[in-house]
Structures are given as C-alpha cells and as structure tokens.
C-alpha cells in the first residue's frame, strides 16, 4: 500500500487558515453537522483518486470520504463488511459478490455493482497511471489492460462482470483465498458516474459515498470536510467536520495545539516525547500500529545490486544499534524491529518474533567481517537520503549514522542526505534516481502477512521502489496466495520473508506506534491500527 509519512506545516502563519484552525483568536469553525475540528495533516502526493493514492496523508481523506464493500474495525482491524451484503466462492478464485441497497454517493447518485466494476477498470487501466493499479492484478484479463511492456490490449477487466444492479463477479488468475480481506482498501472504492464524465472537476471536490464530504481544499493550506448528513452507513460522523490543516514541520504543530491553535496532532514529534505526558496527560496517546520502518536499496544501481552485496546490506543492518536509537530518541513510541512484519498481525497473522535473527542484531565484529567480505562499502560512504521537511527524520537518521560510523570505526562512514521535501523525495524514487539507502516504511493496508511482503519485494510490485527481485520470493508468494488453508499459507509468507533477510532486500529498523495529542474539545480520540485518526468518532465540546 502506502509508505510511511508524515509531512506537516506552518499553516497557522497563512492568513487562509486562520479561522479554521482558531489561530489568531479566529475561532473554532461550526458546520451544519456541529463543531468541526482542526487536524495536522500534510498535502497529498497524487491526487485523491482512490487506485492513484499510496500514501498516508491522501489515505486519511479516502478514508473519511469513502466506504467500500469491506471496513477494516478501528480497534482490531478485522476486515467485516460495509457495502458487501455477501461475498461468495466455492474455490477461493471465482467470487460472487452482492452489494447492498440504500447506499447512494452524496450527490444522490445510487452504489450500484457498477459503481465499483468501473472503478476497477479505471484504477487497472495502463493508461491512467494510477499507482495502485497493481492491486488489481490478481484480476483475470490484468496482463491485457497493464501489460508489463507494450500498449494495452483491453480496457477492461475480463474477470470482472456485472450481473445486475447489486451483483457482480470477479474471476482471479489464480486461487487467492486473502481476497475478500483487502477489499477494505481504498484502491477498491467505489465511483460515481461524475468521475468518468467530469474528472478535472472532481479532482477539484471528490464526490464520494463516506460520512464526510470534501467542502475546499486550498493546496499548501487546508482541506475542509463536513459531516454528510445523508450518510446511510452505521459509522456516522459524530462531529460537523474536520478541517486538516497543512504543516510541513510537526513541532509547529505541537506548539499550536499546546497554544490552543489546534485540535489534534497526529503525529507528536520525537523532540517531544519526553514532555508530552506531562504537557497532555491522558490526551496522550500512544497505541501500536501496523507500521514499520526500514531503509531501502536502489537494485537499480549495480554497486547495491552485484554479488556480495547481500553481505554490505546485512552488515549495515548489524551496525545499527537499534535498541539505544528507540530508547534514547524515540521515548517508548517505537520498538526494535525483528522481522519484516509488524507485531500487530499477532503470530496467528504471520508475525514471527526473532525471524531477522542476528543479522538485527548489534554487532560491530560481524559487522565490519562482513562488509569487508562484501567488499566494502560502495563508493566508501553510505549517503542515506531522507525528507527533511517534517523535522523528524534528522535527528535518527544522524543517530543511525552515529552508530554505523561507531561501529565500522570511521566517523565518515555514514551521513544523512537530507532531500527538501516529501514530494521531491518521493520524485526523486519514482524516478529511479537514488544512489544509496534511502528512508522508507510501511502502513499496512489492510492485516495480512502479504500486505508487507508482496506490495514490497515481490517482482515490478506496485510499491517496490528499489526494484528488488528474487525467484524464489515471487514463488513463495504464489504458492501462499493459492493456499486455501490460512496456517499454511502464513507458514509460506514466512518462507517467502526469509529470503527477504537472507539477501536483506531492506533493513528493517524498527516497528512505529501510532501517536497522537488533542485538545481538551475532544473526546472519544483514538488511532486505529493503521495509526489513523477514527475521525468520525470524536466529538466536540
């Protein structure tokens, strides 16, 4: 799904969001629906095309402003269903799914089986460059409408067929018996017809069918949602709105809540954790989250990518002492990772505490042996690139670098290469133009071992920035999605992460818990696994 960021601003000093964020004495905003709040937030990436939106900050707001045929639970993040009345199969590959009645988009237009069929298309379609169009690739006739090389040969999904109103079916390439669970995903909302025949204008306002909709949005600035109050789901909104206002630098935004600017921060930054119980108290929250955090390899460059390479990667990852790095920077909100999971999934899930072994495991010795039998670092220096618009990343960077450097025995051995922005860094990815370890992380999209391997690693992968690629992974990974029984196939995910360490694809550093501090105008504030904010749950006053 999507990586990990968090980028956030100074909006407060932008006379446009004075009176939605109550700075300058401006007040608190009231929609129709009640009180609105004001959130941190950080511009999206892409536009907020559900099959087109990889990241966290465009995710929230898909997230608010759509509902798709499965919901993943804010407390548990089992998926159950939403728009789904029943999702059928005798073979874990030929799907009949219902859709229920009543549910319409909020400019009246009814959720039909068709709603979600041309959607599928869209977000699959080669021509419109949707990053999540791999998602849809377990779908029959995917190789015709996203071929790897060439020109598209279909426009459609030959798997996917509309039965009538509230009916369709979907035949996969092969047996994936974890289908039905990723349908929670934004990449398979459904569309309204205003989409497909006035797109630039609902780029400009998405029209969606969630407890929220999109009232402005001033880019660099805010996006101002409000309570829908024709919404038919179970989840109504229980405040008028929420604006989400833009930050680039998270600490502005701490001070502004402390100030009394700002509702909520969803992301406390690390140069406050040793104050932010003190300053909150239990509107405080630290919670754990499907999220873990590693550094990436450019396979693309061939010094990372030659023959003992695996044994450099593998040596880095013993020279990062990651137990003092979370201890010291990070005050509790992050734990030491030992595998390529998150401990949320549970063992039943796939998370298999231990599985990296020592090769996450300080070790200077082993270290410094084994780059040297790999021979050496690259070019002599590992440059690791990071976004330094959030104000986060330095001081860990550094810290990883301290540690590397301490460990090799040689204070130039690491440095931090910091890249302005997170658009400009993602740009710089996209482009293929890294030339070292680079920052990265995951947000799970929904609670399978599979949404942090395949997504990942797996060959020409949708979120496979450093374009890692192993036989042996790809076949793990189909013959654990073919398998119907969920112990067997966790067992062959697991088989599949180990040859992630053995070849040490990304080192993974550590699991993220979510964070968050609020304002004594909310209540009923929590994260959910994903570490989102459950907005339309909070309420005002």
Same mark, same amino acid.
């Given at each position: 799904?999507?990586?990990?960021?968090?980028?956030?601003?100074?909006?407060?000093?932008?006379?446009?969001?004075? @009176?939605?964020?109550?700075?300058?004495?401006?007040?608190?905003?009231?929609?129709?629906?009640?009180?609105?709040?004001?959130?941190?937030?950080?511009?999206?990436?892409?536009?907020?095309?559900?099959?087109?939106?990889?990241?966290?900050? #465009?995710?929230?707001?898909?997230?608010?402003?759509?509902? =798709?045929?499965?919901?993943?639970?804010?407390?548990?993040?089992?998926?159950?269903?939403?728009?789904?009345?029943?999702?059928?199969?005798?073979?874990?590959?030929?799907?009949?799914?219902?859709?229920?009645?009543?549910?319409?988009?909020?400019?009246?237009?009814?959720? %039909?089986?068709?709603?979600?069929?041309?959607?599928?298309?869209?977000?699959?379609?080669?021509?419109?460059?949707?990053?999540?169009?791999?998602?849809?690739?377990? $779908?029959?006739?995917?190789?015709?409408?996203?071929?790897?090389?060439?020109?598209?040969?279909?426009?459609?999904?030959?798997?996917?067929?509309?039965?009538?109103?509230?009916?369709?079916?979907? *035949?996969?390439?092969?047996?994936?018996?974890?289908?039905?669970?990723?349908?929670?995903?934004?990449?398979?909302?459904?569309?309204?017809?205003?989409?497909?025949?006035?797109?630039?204008?609902?780029?400009?306002?998405?029209?969606?069918?969630?407890?929220?909709? $999109?009232?402005?949005?001033?880019?660099?600035?805010?996006?101002?949602?409000?309570?829908?109050? #024709?919404?038919?789901?179970?989840?109504?909104?229980?405040?008028?709105?929420?604006?989400?206002?833009?930050?680039?630098?998270?600490?502005?935004?701490?001070?502004?809540?402390?100030?009394?600017?700002?509702?909520?921060?969803?992301?406390?930054?690390?140069?406050?954790?040793?104050?932010?119980?003190?300053?909150?108290?239990?509107?405080?929250?630290?919670?754990?989250? =499907?999220?873990?955090?590693?550094?990436?390899?450019?396979?693309?460059?061939?010094?990372?990518?030659?023959?003992?390479?695996?044994?450099?990667?593998?040596?880095?990852?013993?020279?990062?002492?990651?137990?003092?790095?979370?201890?010291?920077?990070?005050?509790?909100?992050?734990?030491?990772?030992?595998?390529?999971?998150?401990?949320?999934?549970?063992?039943?899930?796939?998370?298999?505490?231990?599985?990296?072994?020592?090769?996450?495991?300080?070790?200077?010795?082993? @270290?410094?042996?084994?780059?040297?039998?790999?021979?050496?670092?690259?070019?002599?220096?590992?440059?690791?690139?990071?976004?330094?618009?959030?104000?986060?990343?330095?001081?860990? $960077?550094?810290?990883?670098?301290?540690?590397?450097?301490?460990?090799?025995?040689?204070?130039?051995?690491?440095? =931090?290469?910091?890249?302005?922005?997170?658009?400009?860094?993602?740009?710089?990815?996209?482009?293929?133009?890294?030339?070292?370890?680079?920052?990265?992380?995951?947000?799970?999209?929904?609670?399978?071992?599979?949404?942090?391997?395949?997504?990942?690693?797996? %060959?020409?992968?949708?979120?496979?920035?450093?374009?890692?690629?192993?036989?042996?992974?790809?076949?793990?990974?189909?013959?654990?999605?073919?398998?119907?029984?969920?112990?067997?196939?966790?067992?062959?995910?697991?088989?599949?992460?180990?040859?992630? *360490?053995?070849?040490?694809?990304?080192?993974?550093?550590?699991?993220?818990?979510?964070?968050? #501090?609020?304002?004594?105008?909310?209540?009923?504030?929590?994260?959910?696994?994903?570490?989102?904010?459950?907005?339309?749950?909070?309420?005002?006053?």
């Amino acid at each position: 799904m999507r990586g990990v960021t968090r980028a956030r601003g100074a909006a407060c000093a932008l006379a446009v969001a004075l @009176a939605a964020a109550g700075c300058g004495g401006g007040g608190p905003a009231v929609g129709a629906g009640g009180a609105v709040l004001s959130s941190s937030w950080g511009d999206p990436q892409n536009p907020l095309e559900p099959a087109n939106t990889n990241e966290v900050q #465009g995710g929230k707001v898909l997230d608010m402003i759509f509902r =798709g045929l499965k919901k993943y639970d804010p407390r548990t993040g089992k998926a159950a269903d939403m728009l789904a009345e029943s999702i059928d199969t005798d073979d874990s590959r030929n799907f009949t799914i219902r859709v229920k009645r009543g549910w319409t988009f909020s400019d009246g237009e009814k959720v %039909t089986a068709r709603s979600f069929v041309d959607a599928w298309n869209y977000g699959a379609s080669l021509k419109h460059h949707q990053k999540n169009a791999y998602f849809f690739g377990y $779908v029959d006739g995917y190789d015709k409408v996203h071929p790897s090389s060439g020109t598209q040969t279909a426009d459609t999904l030959s798997g996917l067929k509309v039965v009538d109103d509230h009916t369709f079916t979907v *035949r996969l390439r092969q047996t994936f018996s974890g289908f039905p669970d990723t349908l929670g995903y934004a990449a398979f909302a459904p569309l309204p017809r205003v989409f497909f025949t006035h797109h630039a204008a609902w780029l400009a306002k998405p029209v969606g069918n969630g407890p929220y909709t $999109v009232e402005s949005y001033r880019k660099g600035s805010q996006m101002s949602l409000r309570k829908w109050a #024709g919404y038919p789901g179970p989840d109504k909104a229980r405040n008028g709105g929420v604006d989400l206002v833009v930050y680039t630098d998270n600490n502005t935004a701490y001070t502004d809540l402390m100030a009394g600017n700002l509702d909520l921060v969803d992301d406390v930054p690390a140069a406050q954790l040793k104050n932010v119980r003190s300053d909150l108290g239990d509107r405080y929250i630290n919670a754990p989250a =499907g999220i873990i955090q590693t550094f990436a390899f450019p396979y693309y460059d061939k010094a990372w990518s030659k023959p003992g390479a695996e044994k450099v990667r593998t040596g880095l990852s013993m020279a990062i002492n990651r137990r003092q790095i979370t201890e010291t920077i990070f005050d509790r909100t992050r734990t030491p990772a030992t595998d390529w999971t998150s401990p949320v999934l549970g063992a039943d899930g796939g998370y298999r505490a231990g599985l990296c072994g020592r090769a996450c495991s300080y070790d200077p010795a082993g @270290a410094r042996k084994l780059i040297k039998e790999g021979g050496g670092i690259p070019g002599g220096q590992v440059r690791i690139t990071y976004n330094a618009d959030t104000g986060s990343h330095k001081e860990w $960077v550094d810290a990883v670098c301290n540690s590397i450097n301490n460990a090799l025995g040689d204070s130039k051995a690491c440095v =931090g290469n910091p890249v302005g922005t997170f658009a400009d860094f993602r740009n710089r990815i996209g482009r293929h133009k890294m030339s070292g370890p680079f920052r990265a992380g995951w947000q799970m999209d929904y609670p399978l071992i599979q949404n942090f391997l395949q997504p990942l690693y797996y %060959t020409d992968a949708s979120s496979n920035d450093g374009m890692w690629s192993n036989r042996d992974f790809d076949r793990l990974v189909d013959q654990a999605n073919a398998e119907t029984d969920q112990a067997r196939a966790v067992r062959l995910f697991q088989r599949a992460e180990e040859v992630v *360490r053995d070849h040490m694809a990304a080192i993974p550093l550590w699991y993220q818990n979510g964070s968050a #501090g609020y304002s004594e105008r909310l209540s009923g504030v929590a994260l959910n696994p994903f570490s989102v904010p459950v907005y339309n749950e909070i309420k005002v006053g």
